[in-house]
């Protein structure tokens, strides 16, 4: 077997059975001590994800050359915790070689993968030594890159500035950097100023403001890539979109970007099918959700959990029961997101013996430890059954540290339940562990006037000036022809003569016919 065809083989390998004869043949032959059919064997049995036998291959190469041992990198970045890197790039350093622009990226991403900045900066001193700097945008971006992980940003900028050549990669590196570091404003300027977008750079801004709580904000750059037809949306671009839209409510914007998934291979995406039944699920329409559901062939876990939360949110507590069942019976095993989808299905039916007896397998036949979210669930689902002496010895007994979450939720069921001592306990505990949410004072004032004791209804009501504590006003969100206009209490803003504005002020209108049993509190 010669050489040339042994390379044609390995370029149309298909298979691990395949690349093993291939192996064999060229170890037969002879011909696996030579360097680049070595490396070509490494590298394929890298894509297999065969790391063991990857690393026996690269031992068996006599005097390894600097690709070679950028393969071994690659194959570490892979498959190990990203030290293990670095660790074979300082090797090939100490044995004399000297690094190539491709190891050094090897190495800075490592670096960044890390966050270890001290070791980053020794490979950018390096890249300067051996005069690597120019050697396309390649080192750049992934020194911006390194910086950006590491939170330093303004070193990051530096780096972009400096560079010479800067192609679409470079911009996304550095918004993308200024989208870790939570400065989205900058992210978004630069965003506007890149010469040419693509699917990456699209993606990373829309993914940003999903992330950073501004689903508005990406569904508006969502309309802007439609309409500039600048480029087509990716899986994972399409499920931040759909999770943005679950979010506000955009059903119209979320049932258009249904069609389109139904029109290209997308609809093929289970992720993507998952991403809409739950945006189905979060605006309302569980129907449309199911019958997604039902259309899956292979269901991945995130698949059913998302069906049973849709089920138990929207107070089918039984049917989630059964989609659960249904799992179990399908061999795919529960995790921890799953069971909270349980919980809070036994929680909305309160199917309280069911919600003991999920919880309690948890532990016992899964060998899930139960997780903040999921004391949470019980304490509501006991809390709703009237059940708070029981809630609060739950919470007495948790391994981990309660939340502010969930004294609030025994507050609340406490205060229905008129059980004004434990409702004292939980309204403290809120109070010492998120001393700045106003919800849980009105809360409280509301209860010792219920209780008639009004001298600490006055001073809890003191207590939130004193701490110049607002009530935050409430927020609504109404999707008109694809556009999302978001709206504050008493806010001023939408302009008079307009559609949502005339809406608005008609309700008003009908809202003020008979207001003589409302009556409104000053907070502050």
Known sequence: MKRSYCHFLLQTCRNLEQLKQIHAQALTQGLHHLQNLSCKIFNTYTKFNKPIEAYNVFNQIQNPDIVSWTCLISLHLNTDPPFEALLVFSKLCSLGLKPDSFSVVGALTACGRSENLGHGKAVHGMIYRHELVASGSIVGNALIDMYSRNGKIKVAQMVFDEMKTKDVATWTSLMHGFIKCNDLSSARTLFDKIPERNSVSWTAMITGYIQGGKPIEALEIFQKMKSDGSDHPTAVMTVAVLSGCADIGALDLGQFIHGYVMKTYLNLDVTVKNALMDMYCKSGSLESAEKIFEEISTKDNFSWTTMILGFAVHGSGKRALEVFSEMLESGDYPN?????????????????????????????????????????????????????????????????????????????????????????????????????????????????????????????????????????????????????????????????????????????QVMKVDNSYLFEIEFY
Not at 428 to 456: F, I, T
């Open 336 to 508: 921890e997101v799953t069971f909270v989808a349980v919980l809070s299905a036994c929680s909305h039916a309160g199917l309280v013996n069911e919600g003991r007896r999920w919880f309690n397998c948890m532990l016992e036949m899964y060998h899930l430890e139960p997780k903040i979210e999921h004391y949470g669930c019980m304490v509501d689902l006991l809390g709703r059954a009237g059940l708070v002496e029981e809630a609060k010895v739950l919470i007495e007994k948790m391994k981990v540290q309660p939340d502010g979450i969930i004294w609030r939720s025994l507050l609340s069921s406490s205060i229905a339940c008129k059980n004004l001592e434990i409702a004292l306990l939980a309204g403290k505990k809120v109070v010492e562990l998120e001393p700045s949410d106003d919800g849980v004072y009105v809360l409280l004032w509301n209860m010792y006037c219920s209780a008639n004791q009004w001298e600490e209804a006055i001073k809890m009501r003191k207590l939130m000036k004193d701490r110049r504590i607002k009530k935050k006003p409430g927020r609504s969100c109404i999707e008109t022809n694809g556009v999302v206009n978001q709206f504050l209490a008493e806010d001023k803003t939408p302009n008079p003569g307009t559609e949502t504005q005339l809406v608005l002020e008609r309700m008003a």
